[in-house]
């Protein structure tokens, strides 16, 4: 394998002009620095990254840390911020947490051992205050995606949960529904707890009252519980509508239901949050509130590389992106 004193030799110039033409520092005429690039070519010689970073003390790598890596909405936020990540000449390192507060706190201590520049996370829980606080610690720049933290100040790029639910359930109840569940992701995130607010207030205006025994909490990410289907089954009356947190508890609720032999939408109406990519089905079936999830990964990196680079910024920043309801076939007029 080439080295830089085989490249220096074959240039005819001295190591130290070749350290030069790598880091791009120092001053190095035109002529001399194209002698240095072919030589380079020639030799086919790869500078060695990290030797470079230590110096610089940058590694232009930065982490993801999302809490379910199957479900399309985080796999296209990973999208979004290694597409501008590249653009900036970063790499980004992918870390699954599984909704596991101690999973994510090895991730964060990964992040720390290989010195990343930067993190973008998606906190598996408020739990994940403590796993915050070590990037804090250690000087290491963060952006917050899609879930807030009680008393952690910091840039952070999420979608409207409480506006989005508003509109799902508001659906539901000028198609005709009246008995209303919704079975939410596990209550120790902001996104679920925004997500029940915004289903509470709307049965508050539209004066169908709130009623304790249609909530079942659930996960985002893990099996679903088919006990609790068959607990909202079993309330007076029937739900003919559930509001479920996320796609996937949303596919789990249909699979139940149907072995339960009742049919979605005639029997039991399903809106839920995010959705599947539709070029995976033939015919997309769920009402669902999508997020521009590319665009939380882009942004948020975006925000993180100018912290890193120092651009003068307001902070903390809150951007906030709006969802759209799309209408499909898992919610219809209700005509009973």
């Known amino acids: 394998m080439s080295n830089i004193h085989d490249v220096a030799k074959l240039a005819n110039v001295s190591s130290m002009t070749v350290?030069?033409?790598?880091?791009?520092?120092?001053?190095?005429?035109?002529?001399?620095?194209?002698?240095?690039?072919?030589?380079?070519?020639?030799?086919n010689y790869v500078p060695n990254g990290l030797a470079r970073s230590l110096v610089r003390k940058k590694t232009h790598t930065l982490a993801l840390i999302v809490p379910d890596i199957r479900n399309p909405?985080?796999?296209?936020?990973?999208?979004?911020t290694e597409d501008m990540a590249l653009k900036q000449d970063y790499r980004v390192v992918l870390c699954n947490s599984d909704e596991n507060v101690k999973k994510e706190k090895h991730y964060v201590e990964m992040c720390l051992s290989i010195r990343v520049d930067g993190a973008i996370v998606v906190p598996a829980s408020d739990a994940s205050k403590q796993n915050i606080k070590l990037l804090t610690d250690f000087g290491i720049p963060f952006v917050l995606i899609?879930?807030?933290?009680?008393?952690?100040?910091?840039?952070?790029?999420?979608?409207?949960s409480i506006m989005g639910a508003r509109q799902l359930v508001q659906h539901l109840i000028d198609?005709?529904?009246?008995?209303?569940?919704?079975?939410?992701?596990?209550?120790?995130?902001?996104?679920?707890r925004d997500r029940l607010l915004g289903y509470q207030q709307v049965l508050a205006e539209a004066g169908l009252g709130f009623r304790p025994d249609y909530v079942k909490e659930s996960s985002y990410s893990s099996a679903l519980d088919p006990a609790l289907i068959d607990e909202l089954l079993?309330?007076?009356?029937?739900?003919?509508?559930?509001?479920?947190?996320?796609?996937?508890?949303?596919?789990?609720?249909?699979?139940?239901?149907?072995?339960?032999?009742?049919?979605?939408?005639?029997?039991?109406?399903?809106?839920?949050f995010d959705d599947y990519d539709p070029l995976s089905l033939p015919e997309p079936f769920l009402t669902a509130a999508t997020?521009?999830?590319?665009?939380?990964?882009?942004?948020?990196?975006?925000?993180?590389?100018?912290?890193?680079?120092?651009?003068?910024?307001?902070?903390?920043?809150?951007?906030?992106?709006?969802?759209?309801?799309?209408?499909?076939?898992?919610?219809?007029?209700?005509?009973?």
């Open 146 to 160: 899609d879930r807030e933290i009680d008393g952690v100040k910091a840039d952070i790029v999420r979608g409207d």
């Open 291 to 336: 997020q521009p999830a590319y665009n939380f990964g882009s942004l948020a990196t975006q925000m993180l590389l100018e912290v890193i680079d120092g651009v003068p910024v307001p902070s903390p920043r809150k951007m906030i992106l709006q969802p759209e309801v799309i209408i499909r076939k898992s919610s219809v007029t209700h005509t009973r």
């Open 234 to 272: 079993a309330c007076s009356p029937r739900p003919t509508a559930i509001f479920t947190a996320n796609n996937f508890v949303a596919v789990q609720t249909i699979h139940f239901l149907r072995q339960r032999g009742l049919s979605v939408p005639e029997d039991c109406a399903i809106v839920t």
């Open 175 to 192: 198609a005709g529904h009246q008995h209303i569940a919704i079975i939410t992701g596990n209550l120790s995130t902001s996104t679920s």
């Open 73 to 80: 909405f985080f796999t296209t936020v990973a999208r979004g």
């Open 19 to 43: 350290s030069r033409v790598i880091n791009g520092k120092g001053y190095v005429k035109e002529q001399t620095r194209r002698k240095v690039v072919e030589a380079m070519k020639q030799l």
